[in-house]
């Protein structure tokens, strides 16, 4: 779309006519992209942005770099709901290719492939799984009865996913817009590493802009939730009825322990390990050390605070 038609159905007053393909974060924007500030805590990205149009508010437009075209309006956030709409992809696609299956794989009896789906060698996709428009699927991989995987979404080689999953259902995104709330498209995919296995009953929400991740060598167990534009880092391992809120980072072989949590837009340590009820509310910027509690404290300073607890209970 055109910028100017863009910021026609948004009542913006913009007639530039340079073409937009999508939208994405203040980092992560090209020049063919509209990003959006809100949170002024974020302004430090936005000298730097490569987005070619912003939405910002009246205050904020003189900070939008040269050759950035500022969208002013009241509300940028809801602007950008709005236009992820202009931007979502269908939800099946009518036309396209017929699924490429390699030698040795088997769709058995009651899968469904859409269109332009390509898996590889030596899969088993069993009866209920549903494979989306425009999925890629690599090598040895097996999705056991009832597995979903949405649309454009990519899972790697030597992955196992277990009945029930969910792939790149839509991240819980909306704005409230004066107490109606107008739903952000979530534009982005999941990418599933390899050497990969995935309990029952997970969900792994596809991002808002970009790609889910979960990297190579990555456990979990069954009843995770896993929010949008989350990275699981290399051999994490996580274990039942964890919740990860949106756009956390957990880095290299984080063990995340039952029922543990993390707040959203948080970055973990490599070799950290969050005991069972634990929930992170701020970055772990050290390595190696465990946490425990909400909010999580490291191991040793909560067994001391129960134990003086305890002591008053006495």
Known sequence: MKLRDIAQKLDIACEDEREITGLNTLKDATADQISFLENKKYAKDLADTGAGAVLVTADMATQ??????ALVCD???IALAHASKFFAPAVCEDEGAEPVIGEGSVVMGGANLGKNVVIGCNCRIMPGAYVGDNVMIGDNVTLFPNVVVYRDCVIGNDVRIHSGTIVGADGFGFAND???YVKIYQNGNVVIGNDIEIGANCTIDRAAFNSTIIEDGV???NLIQIAHNCVIGKGSIITSQV???GSTILKEYVVMAGQSASTGHL???PFTTIMARGVATKNITESKKQWSGFPAVEHRTWLRQQGRIAKLLE
């Open 219 to 221: 456990r979990l167990d």
């Open 243 to 245: 919740g990860l809120s």
């Open 267 to 269: 970055t973990i340590a």
């Open 64 to 69: 939008v770099p040269d050759g950035v075209i």
């Open 75 to 77: 509300q940028p956030y």
């Open 178 to 180: 004066r107490g109606k």
